[in-house]
């Protein structure tokens, strides 16, 4: 069997490495990979547009491919599932129109209040002085999002009516995100401990990943912008198994139900940001309809299951029969990125890697390139330093072993990724 992973993060060389492990699985392509999934056994690169859909179903029907998994969230966002569906194809991720949970933060929580589903209180805004408004009467910090897709740069959480001001202005006036800030979300700031709540759906039934947390700031002590993640573990202590049942019944359970209603069965990944209180009450932050990135990394380092067999099952609405089998060993990830992130950087700047590291232990690349000269950073977020280990702090320990080996000129990674599992 031939499987093909659509994108070119860490989350796809996680997925990548995971489907190439299986027995049942003789080749793996990546549209368009990188340099680290070019290194893995029984993995290709494929140097195909993600966004071209015509290309890419052509190479999928040419190769036979068995299964495609879209990784990102804009080619679903765009319809490639919906596509491929139509091309008689096998592809694991969402429907265009499910995956509005994500592609819009107005449709998601206009959803999650239609479900019961516990959110921040929010208003929509397209004109500025509502806007402005609204945060007056409302105070600070409070929270600022993007409505579309700005690729984990949407969300600021402003502690000023300044900061506040100053990023509506950005986002609806000078467009700094393009139309994803043409519609902005307002809401109130919740505080907490974020946990990723991850599983796996065939419209129908429903499973649960391993509970998994990412730090989303860039700094230490959780300081600093929003990124895309900076690192991430798994299991998460905050989330106890009361939580566990309680996210599952008030969160998942009505995505899936409201989507089968709707006429469109959730069948994918599905990500739950869930903000726990210090007295234990739950609310959604944001839904993505994907695997987490940075949260993959560690994820599929623990999944010890055939993640093409758990695939097949779920497009063939038999997730109930499957079984997922986890490594009781913790595993932590630290991102490696470039000093300017979130900022956009091109910089191409050459990467030392170790000779070799222990078998329980991953350098996941992303934002890698190889040349004839070695690997050369891509811009944003580069490697993800992933390792097993007895408990957190063990793992966490091995992780940084191996960072400290990796070098280039303008690197940045924060020192304290897994710190409150460890506190």
């Known amino acids: 069997m031939k499987v093909l992973i659509i994108g070119a993060g860490g989350r796809e ?5 995971k489907m190439a492990q299986s027995t049942e699985v003789d080749a793996v392509f990546v549209a368009p990979g ?17 966004f071209d859909f015509m290309a890419l179903a052509r190479f999928a029907k040419n190769e036979r491919i068995s299964l495609t998994v879209v990784g990102p969230e804009t080619p679903l966002a765009d319809g490639l599932v919906d596509f491929f569906v139509s091309q008689d194809l096998p592809c694991f991720g969402p429907c265009k129109a499910a995956a509005q949970l994500e592609a819009s933060k107005v449709f998601s929580k206009e959803f999650m209040t239609r479900c019961n589903i516990p959110t921040a209180k929010y208003q929509n805004f397209k004109e500025i002085q509502a806007a402005k408004a609204y945060v007056r009467e409302q105070g600070t910090p409070i929270v600022i999002k993007a409505s579309g897709l700005a690729g984990g740069k ?18 609806l006036n000078h467009a700094t995100l393009g139309l994803a800030g043409s519609e902005i979300v307002i809401e109130e700031f919740l505080e907490g401990e974020e946990a990723s709540f991850i599983v796996m759906s065939d419209g129908q039934h429903v499973v649960p990943l391993a509970s998994s947390q990412d730090h989303k700031a860039r700094d230490d002590g959780d300081r600093g912008p929003n990124t895309g993640g900076m690192g991430a573990y798994s299991p998460a202590p905050v989330v106890t198994p009361t939580l566990h049942d309680e996210i599952m ?9 409201e989507m089968r209603n709707m006429g469109h069965p959730y069948i994918g990944f599905l990500y739950a940001g869930i903000m726990i209180t210090n007295d234990q009450k739950i609310n959604v932050l944001e839904f993505n309809c994907r695997l987490g990135d940075p949260e993959a990394q560690p994820l599929l380092m623990r999944l010890k299951s055939d993640l093409y067999v758990h695939c097949k099952a779920a497009l063939a609405g038999n997730l109930d029969t499957q079984t997922f089998i986890w490594d009781p060993r913790p595993a932590l990830g630290v991102v490696m990125a470039m000093e300017e992130y979130p900022a956009h950087s091109k910089t191409e700047e050459l990467i030392t890697l170790p000779q070799s590291i222990s078998e329980d232990c991953k350098i996941f690349h992303a934002g890698t390139v190889q040349t004839d000269q070695g690997i050369i950073t891509h811009g944003g977020r580069i490697l993800c330093v992933t390792a097993l280990g007895n408990d957190i702090k063990d793992a966490q320990q091995r992780v940084y072993a191996v960072v400290k080996q990796v070098h280039w000129d303008h690197c940045h990674y924060r020192t304290d990724i897994g710190y409150r599992a460890i506190m």
Do not use: C, M, W
């Not at 019944?249 to 139900?257: A, G, N, S, T």
């Open 154 to 171: 949407g969300v600021v959480v402003a502690q000023t009516e300044e900061e506040a001001f100053t990023t509506i202005e950005n986002f």
């Open 34 to 50: 990188n340099a680290g999934t070019a290194l893995e056994s029984k993995v290709s690169n494929v140097d195909i547009n993600p």
């Open 13 to 17: 060389h996680a997925l990548a490495y």
């Open 249 to 257: 019944k008030r969160v998942i359970q009505p995505v899936i139900d």
